[in-house]
């Protein structure tokens, strides 16, 4: 299999509890297309055998969930934050929602921006729900949709608690997102105008990475952050960020301003399914430069290629591929450890082989992240088969071959497929892909 190697960045020893990890955006069985099983003790448990220490709740407009919210949770010694009643030890929880707003604002017609809210307290979000109720139907979905500017939530949000965490989420898809290609903006400020200084972070999303937002110099003011906005238990902190302690609410917001976490986990961006560009029909997948070279024209069938996310953002860059801007939080890569396990056993993710050590592992480890992240490899070798451990060893190295998706065919991520191509391992990450 074709493939680059990327390389990885990785948090030295010391680091270890020193930083807690946090997936801040998640969806509740409220919202479409979402499991049933995502609920607050679903929740609490799977976030614990990922080695997660915080998660949002998700959803905290939907009446019927805010209820659920309200019986669930009693307060966590750490300000601000939750815990479920029957797990006071637990997982902690952080009042987290998602609200999409559709509207136009002054030369730009139909934009479409989805925005993550974090709120200090169940009383703050009763004022944040009752003002959006007299502005849209919160019970029709978990993620509720507004006709106003995005700007004006910013306002009004402002006006209940300037706690209140206001980020705009997975901020280069296509469709949802503030620098969307075909809904958004080409800058924070473009969108967010007179309120922009009340946005402090941007969520990266599945589709970037932040060596992508790396490359333009006017998002460095911003805090990068990951969540998984999991609609499943199984998809829970499969992008996280890797906070400092002490934990609570206002730390959370102070890292958020000023961009002091210590990395994010970060999934491979070529995995998504318009990275880079090309024509499935015509077998033809292209880097953004060699688009342009083709004047953006597919060489077979001679028709407009259809132009990915990595293409966007090499529109809005500033600079070249590569660069890393001094002070920003280490950017982890890491594979799932169903995918690890699945390609070592040479068997489908979703097999009971796979579901069966998956179990095996995280309960001797003591979580998902214990595995893919923090135990030396040489205590892992006294319990995890000698395959997988290679896995883990790989993963953590970045020696994984990455093939980019594109025109709607998702990317490959491969971590022992690529062995004939080893020899090409040192190549820069894009230069060998082809
Ligand atoms: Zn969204
Ligand atoms: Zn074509």
Redesign the pocket.
């Known amino acids: 299999m074709a493939g680059a190697n990327p390389g990885n960045e990785w948090p030295p020893r010391e680091w270890f509890g020193k930083f807690y990890l946090a997936d801040l955006h998640v969806h509740s069985r409220y919202s479409r297309a979402t499991s049933r099983d995502m609920t607050v003790p679903t929740l609490a448990r799977v976030a614990r055998e990922k080695g997660l220490a915080l998660v949002g709740t998700g959803d905290f407009t939907h009446p019927d969930y805010f209820r659920e919210l309200s019986e669930y949770l009693v307060p966590a010694p750490e300000e601000g934050l939750y815990v479920f009643r029957d797990d006071p030890e637990g997982v902690r929880f952080v009042l987290s929602a998602e609200v999409s707003n559709i509207f136009s604002q002054g030369p730009y017609r139909n934009r479409r921006i989805h925005t993550l809210l974090l709120a200090p307290s169940l009383e703050v979000v009763r004022e944040i729900n009752l003002a959006l109720s007299r502005l849209g139907d919160l019970s029709a979905d978990g993620r509720p949709t507004f006709g106003f500017p995005v700007k004006k939530l910013v306002r009004l949000l402002r006006e209940i608690s300037p706690d209140i965490a206001i980020i705009p989420a997975h901020a280069w898809t296509p469709w949802y997102s503030v620098f969307g290609a075909f809904s958004g903006f080409n800058s924070v400020e473009e969108c967010f105008e007179e309120e922009t200084e009340h946005i402090w972070a941007l969520e990266t999303g599945l589709s970037s990475d932040p060596e992508m937002n790396w490359r333009i110099s006017a998002l460095d003011r911003y805090t990068l952050i990951s969540n998984s906005d999991a609609h499943s238990p199984a998809k829970l902190g499969r992008e996280a960020n890797a906070f400092w302690y002490p934990m609570s609410y206002p730390a959370l917001l102070s890292a958020l301003r000023e961009g002091n976490l210590a990395f994010t986990v970060e999934f491979y961006p070529e995995e998504g399914k318009y990275h880079f560009d090309?024509?499935r029909?015509?077998g033809?997948l292209f880097s953004p430069a060699e688009t342009r070279a083709h004047g953006g024209?597919?060489?077979?069938?001679?028709?407009p290629?259809t132009v990915g996310v990595m293409h966007r953002v090499e529109e809005l860059a500033d600079r070249p591929e590569g660069y890393r801007p001094p002070g920003k939080p280490l950017s982890v890569h890491l594979v799932p450890l169903e995918e690890i396990i699945a390609e070592a056993l040479g068997v489908g993710p979703q097999s009971k082989r796979v579901k069966r050590t998956y179990r095996q592992l995280v309960d001797l480890a003591g979580s998902e992240f214990a595995l893919l992240l923090e135990k030396p490899l040489s205590e892992l070798a006294s319990f995890v088969p000698e395959k997988i451990l290679e896995g883990i060893r790989r993963v953590r190295e970045g020696r994984v071959y990455v093939r980019p998706g594109y025109d709607g065919v998702y990317g490959v991520v491969s971590i022992f497929g690529g062995e004939e191509e080893e020899t090409t391992a040192e190549a820069p990450r894009q230069q060998s892909l082809f």
């Open positions: 090309g024509h029909s015509c033809v024209r597919c060489p077979v069938c001679g028709e290629l």
